[in-house]
């Protein structure tokens, strides 16, 4: 581990009188059996299992929630909770609540009532207590809640094309999902712990008047403290500071070696000519500092065992030598967690926190038509959608999948909307669906089943009547689904396979067979079985699908009627490896006759926009570096004329963001202001963007789901 990879967003804590100091709370030891029988305790050879796998931190300044997270971790199987929030705890949920928490006191919010949560979070790191006090108030949330996932991708700002990849956390710095926070919640009202502080604390105005003793005996005491909690049964949570170049007692710091017993130590800080650099005081220099866990102790080495967050390959465990705990300044902030008998109480202030953001309401020049305050909003499954049928310059209709599993939908007569319900609870898994119409008197809806079909509905004079297009357990729950009409008597559709593969079914009345018929697009592993789908045709004749690849590149397949059908036997490659993030979404619209737009979110949050001419070759670029979107965002292009797309995101923020690019220019941000402000717009939420009128900007309409949970639907005023 190199002297940069130290440098992992600790932040010091800061004086408080009411942290719970730590007492040994075990069986009796007399001073010959604690410095006999438990002079030597290594949690990690005790109890392997609770420790791993090894977290890595990545390229990020997590250092401290990895750390809480493995300790969380090993308090769940040490006290044999079975809660996955608990055993395989999201590092996610605890890094942004911990910055959340940090931003808060920056801003002095606790002295005011009822304060809002913090909206925007960095990669800045956390303080310990601040990681700590976020499980005290919000829990632990399952991995599978909110997960940690790592994909290469661009830098934000570099041009698409000729440049080097790098890996990216996904969703670094966005708000955890509402089913997140629900299992934090429940998990803080089923187990009972407390945080204790080891290091004796001091108020900072009298650190100058520390004398060289003073400071012994504080570090004596914490590594006796230490050793106490480990005897105990629990690891320490503390930061380390690194003083050296090349940290390493030995050149040899191979996994190998720890594999047989021997992980590395860190070089001695006191007695000897290779000590770290001081300044004019005498105080050693730090050159970076790392937040570990500590898990065992020798007194016959005189070293703790310390275990990292930079996975199994890259020094998982090391040894530091007594002196780094002693030392007043090479390391600090000592806590650990255990269960306890009583509850926790808040703090007064905290327990006044709102962690609902802001409530919306409707920016200037544009007006908010339809409210839906009865709770039947989408789901925030992945690849949740709202596609939108416009039928005529006057009646347009949005569809959407609820949690509970039923189809709903609203219409318009005018600016009027009005409720309906397709197919009633438990007739639908989460995410996405798909709607189209080749008529102004049908419609065809088209989602994926609970057991994994293909189900549908379409519209009659008749009513509506429901069908099924696949057998159950042939359909990627959670997938994508997309559809399209290119005439009147023509309905297509797409949906992931089982096995990766993409799957197309189309119904063609003039072929006089009057049936839906199937045919493969991609093979099996073509693609993420949760992929995005989105398809888009300029005319009757011409169509093309796109999705994004196992290696997070968009592929793509083109047909033309008029030459050969599909024109590849297998599909066409967009931008590089890991161009689009995994849990992207895409959407493709065509300005005019050859064209396609299409836009995704990069590994980095970036929105991407690569076009193509029926002349040219595909052309990508970033549109707005500096409005970043949730990697699991949504995102919607309509074309408002040859020369304007408009395109819509939710930023990592929770704000949304409708850029206007012209011209294959975007316009500068202060152009297109924030439809809604940071925290206003539900993670998760589904979009809908459309236009009832060609080429008239000032019928734009827009629709999302607000953090409180209410479908809006707003219409841009006349201007």
Not at 8 to 18: A, L, Q
Not at 98 to 111: D, P, V
Not at 221 to 234: A, F, H, P, W
Not at 422 to 439: K, L
């Amino acid at each position: 581990m190199s002297p940069n990879h130290w440098d992992t967003g600790y932040i010091p804590d800061t004086f408080d009188p009411r942290d719970l100091p730590y007492y040994f709370r075990g069986t009796d030891l007399d001073l010959q059996n604690f410095n006999g029988i438990h002079n030597h305790v290594i949690l990690y050879e005790k109890y392997p299992s609770f420790f791993e796998p090894i977290y890595d931190q990545a390229n990020t300044k997590s250092s401290v929630a990895n750390a809480v997270a493995a300790a969380v971790r090993f308090l769940a199987w040490k006290t044999g909770q079975t809660d996955e929030a608990l055993l395989d705890p999201s590092r996610l949920f605890i890094y942004y609540n911990a910055r959340a928490i940090l931003a808060l006191k920056k801003l002095h919010a606790l002295k005011a009532f009822a304060p809002t949560w913090p909206c925007e979070v960095e990669d800045t790191g956390c303080c310990i207590r601040d990681a700590l006090k976020s499980l005290k108030m919000f829990g632990s949330a399952s991995e599978a809640a909110w997960p940690w996932v790592e994909n290469m991708g661009l830098k934000p700002g570099s041009p698409v094309a000729g440049n080097s990849l790098q890996s990216f956390t996904v969703g670094l710095n966005d708000c955890p999902l509402d089913r997140a926070y629900a299992e934090g919640e429940a998990i803080t009202q089923t187990i009972k712990f407390e945080y204790c502080r080891l290091d004796p604390d001091h108020h900072p105005a009298i650190s100058s008047a520390l004398n060289d003793t003073d400071k012994w005996t504080i570090g004596s005491l914490t590594l006796n403290r230490l050793k106490q909690c480990l005897v105990e049964g629990y690891p320490v949570i503390f930061a380390l500071s690194n003083y050296f170049d090349h940290p390493w007692e030995s050149d040899d710091v191979s996994r190998s070696r720890e594999l047989e017993g021997k992980p590395p130590w860190l070089k001695k800080l006191l007695g000897d000519d290779q000590g770290p650099p001081v300044d004019s005081s005498g105080r050693a220099i730090a050159l970076s500092s790392h937040a570990v866990l500590a898990v065992g102790f020798n007194d016959e080495t005189k070293g703790v065992l310390v275990q990292n967050s930079r996975g199994n390959l890259n020094c998982s465990h090391f040894w530091i030598p007594y002196d780094y705990i002693i030392s007043y300044w090479a390391s600090s902030d000592f806590w650990t967690i255990r269960p306890t008998n009583s509850m926790l109480q808040r703090d007064p202030a905290w327990a006044t926190l709102r962690t609902k953001h802001t409530s919306f309401t409707s920016p200037s020049g544009w007006t908010t038509l339809f409210r839906d305050i009865d709770g039947k909003v989408a789901s925030v499954a992945t690849n949740t959608t709202c596609p939108v049928i416009c039928r005529t310059t006057n009646r347009s209709d949005i569809f959407w999948i609820t949690s509970n599993g039923s189809v709903e939908g609203v219409y318009n007569n005018g600016d009027i909307w009005c409720r309906y319900q397709g197919e009633g609870p438990g007739n639908a898994a989460e995410g996405a669906i798909a709607a189209i119409s080749r008529t102004p008197t049908k419609m065809e809806v088209f989602w994926i089943g609970p057991r994994g079909s293909v189900e549908g509905m379409y519209l009659q004079e008749q009513g509506w009547k429901c069908c099924r297009f696949s057998d159950e357990g042939t359909v990627e729950r959670g997938s994508g689904i997309t559809a399209l009409s290119r005439d009147n008597d023509l309905s297509e559709f797409w949906y992931v396979r089982t096995d990766g593969g993409i799957q197309g079914v189309f119904w063609d009345k003039s072929s006089g067979k009057g049936k839906w018929e199937n045919y493969e697009l991609a093979g099996g592993h073509s693609t993420t079985k949760q992929s995005a789908l989105a398809a888009c045709s300029w005319d009757e004749n011409h169509m093309a699908v796109f999705w994004i690849a196992m290696d997070g590149s968009i592929m793509f397949r083109e047909y033309n009627s008029l030459n050969q059908g599909w024109m590849a036997s297998s599909p066409t490659r967009i931008g590089q490896a890991s161009c689009a993030a995994l849990q992207s979404r895409v959407t493709v619209v065509t300005r005019s006759p050859g064209n396609y737009e299409l836009f995704f979110i990069s590994p980095a949050g970036v929105v991407q926009h690569w076009s193509k001419n029926s002349d040219t070759k595909w052309e990508g670029r970033q549109l707005d570096k500096e409005r970043l979107a949730r990697v699991d965002s949504d995102i919607k292009a309509i074309s408002t004329a040859n020369d304007r797309l408009q395109v819509l995101w939710v930023g990592n923020n929770n704000s949304l963001v409708l850029s206007n690019v012209h011209e294959y220019r975007p316009l500068e941000p202060k152009l297109h202001p924030l439809l809604a402000q940071p925290g206003q717009v539900k993670p998760g939420s589904p979009l809908a963007l459309f236009c009832r009128k060609t080429d008239a900007d000032d019928d734009l309409h827009v629709s999302f789901t607000t953090h409180e949970g209410i479908m809006v639907i707003m219409k841009k005023s006349n201007e």
